[in-house]
């Protein structure tokens, strides 16, 4: 999402006692609803990806249980 394609106008529904203490504190409500609309779409892209790839993961894993890290040998810890 980029900010180079501007802006569109949206109507909101929000509590009416965290607006209001919002505009107390002068918050911007605009930005801080796209901060945490962005903050969701990461944290929903996160899960997506771990949904998509979890049986990758559980293969990795389960070999690494089983033989050991590949490279474990060259390490110095």
Not at 45 to 70: T, V
């Amino acid at each position: 999402m980029s900010r180079i394609e501007g802006r569109k106008p949206t109507n909101l529904s929000l509590d009416a006692a965290l607006v209001s203490r919002a505009r107390e504190s002068q918050v911007n409500l605009s930005r801080a609803a796209e901060e945490g609309i962005r903050a969701a779409l990461r944290a929903r892209s996160r899960e997506d990806w771990r949904k998509d790839n979890a049986e990758a993961l559980e293969s990795s894993n389960s070999f690494a249980a089983q033989s050991g890290l590949p490279l474990a040998g060259f390490r110095r810890f």
